[in-house]
T-cell receptor, first 112, second 110 residues
Framework: EAGVVQSPRYKIIEKKQPVAFWCNPI?????LYWYRQNLGQGPELLIR????????DSQLPKDRFSAERLKGVDSTLKIQPAELGDSAVYLC??????????FGQGTRLTVV | QKEVEQNSGPLSVPEGAIASLNCTYS??????FFWYRQYSGKSPELIMF????GDKEDGRFTAQLNKASQYVSLLIRDSQPSDSATYLC??????????FGKGTSLLVTP
């Protein structure tokens, strides 16, 4: 069975440009998470979906970040415009119920 | 914000020794507890989960949970250099929010 798939793996953009990340979770997993991880830090939750509903987006910087999960399956996270401080690894994970979450390979974003 | 606390380390242990990693959490309603291993430049990989008080063993790994003390730990027996990584403690609450600690860096020296 395929795991969580993310794309792209790497992205380099200039500041003020838009960028989008895509995630396809494990089939049947209702919960989808987007995390941001800075070097030397643990993953920080940006948004959590239960099916197509965003149930926790309190840490999402809504002035520049947006996310969607159409049909409760794959999801897109967008940043517009990007800032230098957005450079990080963006991780997508999925889970079912109280069980463990599985991570994709992540997208390493560099804003120059 | 529900807190998950870990010592950042680095924790250095000699090869063959027992490594002990600790984690505390703030939400008493938490239901599920996880340990992830993360190698540099890679994404987190699940190594253990525990739901009930007590110990859970899987090979060289033992997870320990004490809900009264809001404490979870991971023991790694017969530590190997390949165990050198960052270990992330994660806690899931009754609403399935999954919060992570900052991670403990483990170095196993030959």
């Amino acid at each position: 069975e395929a795991g969580v798939v993310q794309s792209p793996r790497y992205k380099i953009i200039e500041k003020k440009q838009p960028v989008a990340f895509w995630c396809n979770p494990i089939s049947g997993h209702n919960t989808l998470y987007w995390y941001r991880q800075n070097l030397g830090q643990g993953p920080e939750l940006l948004i959590r979906y239960e099916n197509e509903e965003a149930v926790d987006d309190s840490q999402l910087p809504k002035d520049r970040f947006s996310a969607e999960r159409l049909k409760g399956v794959d999801s897109t996270l967008k940043i517009q415009p990007a800032e230098l401080g957005d450079s990080a690894v963006y991780l997508c994970a999925s889970s079912e119920g109280r069980s463990e979450a599985f991570f994709g390979q992540g997208t390493r974003l560099t804003v120059v | 914000q529900k807190e998950v606390e870990q010592n950042s380390g680095p924790l250095s242990v000699p090869e063959g020794a027992i490594a002990s990693l600790n984690c505390t959490y703030s939400d008493r309603g938490s239901q599920s507890f996880f340990w992830y291993r993360q190698y540099s430049g890679k994404s987190p990989e699940l190594i253990m989960f525990i739901y009930s008080n007590g110990d859970k063993e899987d090979g060289r790994f033992t997870a320990q949970l004490n809900k009264a003390s809001q404490y979870v730990s991971l023991l790694i027996r017969d530590s190997q250099p390949s165990d050198s990584a960052t270990y992330l403690c994660a806690v899931k609450d009754s609403g399935y929010a999954l919060n992570f600690g900052k991670g403990t860096s483990l170095l196993v020296t030959p």
